[in-house]
């Protein structure tokens, strides 16, 4: 065998090897960017904002989330609220203040809660693939409740757009 082809077999022989480890390396960022359980999402101030909403006094869903809310989605979730499918990784929150009304104007007032809707489909089997949380600061102290009852059964409602009730106004 001729020095030359030698050379290039050690070059195919790495290539092969950088690229298998090129492989596990991102299975295991995939895994790392994708946890187990509901998180607090930090930066969420700084995703898309899809709506704002006031409900008012009245409201049947006065008693758990009357005041002013604001829906934020990330990358992963806006590409669900395009094509109705919500790719793993998908975030949404809730971010539910108090509604003060002064001088004919409603302004925000103290925090209520944060919810957060997490889609990872291979965890979240239960609830359509999302998992519910819920934190009452912006320390990410979280909520007890029981995602099935206390959050997906109503949500269960928009089987037809991945349980997802608000839509973007582009
Ligand atoms: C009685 C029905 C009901 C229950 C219970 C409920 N939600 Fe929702 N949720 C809604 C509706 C309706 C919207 C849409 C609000 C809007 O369009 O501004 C919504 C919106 C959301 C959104 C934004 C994404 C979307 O679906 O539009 C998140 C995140 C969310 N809810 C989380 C939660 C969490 C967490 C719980 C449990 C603590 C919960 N929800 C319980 C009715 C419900």
Redesign the pocket.
């Known amino acids: 065998m001729k020095p030359l082809s030698l050379v290039m077999m050690a070059c195919c022989l790495w290539l092969v090897g950088c690229k298998t480890d090129k492989k596990t390396d991102s299975a295991a960022a995939e895994e790392k960017t994708l946890p187990a359980e509901v998180f607090y999402p930090t930066d969420y101030r700084n995703w898309t904002h899809v ?1 704002s ?1 006031v409900l008012e006094p009245g409201h049947p ?1 006065y008693e ?2 009357g005041g002013i ?1 604001h ?1 934020y989605a990330n990358a992963e979730a806006m590409q669900g609220y395009r094509s109705g499918m919500f790719p793993d990784g998908s975030v ?3 971010d539910l203040l108090e509604a003060v009304r002064k001088d004919s104007a409603v302004s925000e007032g103290n925090r209520k809660v944060i ?3 997490y889609k990872n489909s291979k965890v979240f089997t239960e609830t359509g693939g999302w998992g ?3 934190f009452s600061d912006q320390q990410g102290t979280r909520v007890q ?1 029981d ?1 099935k009852s ?2 997906f ?3 269960a409602g ?1 089987k037809d757009f991945d ?4 839509s973007y106004r582009p």
Not at 163 to 166: A, I, L, Q
């Open positions: 709506k909403m869903l758990s989330f809310h829906i949404i929150v809730f919810g957060v809707m519910f949380g819920g409740l995602p206390a959050c059964n109503c949500h928009r349980y997802v009730f608000s």
